[in-house]
């Protein structure tokens, strides 16, 4: 945030504040080559904490796009949870929470689904625009829906990498009860339950081929992380 950055930079002029106090005495007590590494240390902490502040802002409005442009943001949801969400609409409430928390939510006036498929409902209807789709740090992860769902023929343009925050991480598995053209493959329990035995569909969120949606079969008491996508913005 504004506020940490702001703490930060002070606490750097801190630091130099410190060093030009320690240049001012030539005695044998304050001797620069005694402070100079704890100074220099300091100064890398705290450029480094500034760095990851700025990084982990995420961002509403990419840089890449012209006012009113139209595009959707997507994250991977940085919790995990098991397979039972309560149904589709539990694991929208789900990414919707987190991105609430995150600043980009019901305040900022955006919605946010999980890609999830179930017995009634395929991940293509639910979501298949024709503006673009960036992620929290502002890459473009594709030109539109239809896109996304054109994984096996032609790569998707960057992968899902970040989370709501804007951080990144390494997500091994996300829900998603999809095959790589948007429609069911498999949700054993329609997101309603993670009993012994059954299995639903995971994605690799890393990946931009078809494996981004469409991966492998994971037992549903095993807790994955989701993707979601937000209301059409402008």
Known sequence: SKADFFWLAECSAGILKCLAI??????GVFRMRRFRWIVLVAVGIVCALIDNTLEAAPILVPPSLSPGDAYHLTFVSSAQNDANFGG?????????????????????????????????????????PNAPIFDTQGNRIEIHGPAL???????????????????????????????DVGNLQRADS???ASSPGTFARSGLALNTGPNWIND???????????????????
């Open 22 to 27: 320690i240049q001012s005495y030539d005695s």
């Open 88 to 128: 589709i609409a539990g694991a929208d409430a789900f990414v919707q929470s987190l991105a609430d928390a995150a600043g980009i939510g019901a305040l900022q006036g955006i919605t946010w689904q999980a890609v999830l498929s179930d017995a009634t409902t395929n991940a293509v209807t639910r979501f298949n």
């Open 149 to 179: 769902w054109n994984a096996a023929n032609v790569p998707l343009e960057n992968p899902i990498a970040f989370d709501e925050t804007g951080a990144g991480g390494i997500f091994p598995e996300v829900w998603t009860g999809t095959s």
């Open 190 to 192: 329609n997101w309603l």
């Open 216 to 234: 492998i079969d994971t037992a549903e008491s095993v807790p994955l992380s989701l993707i979601a996508v937000s209301s059409q913005l402008d």
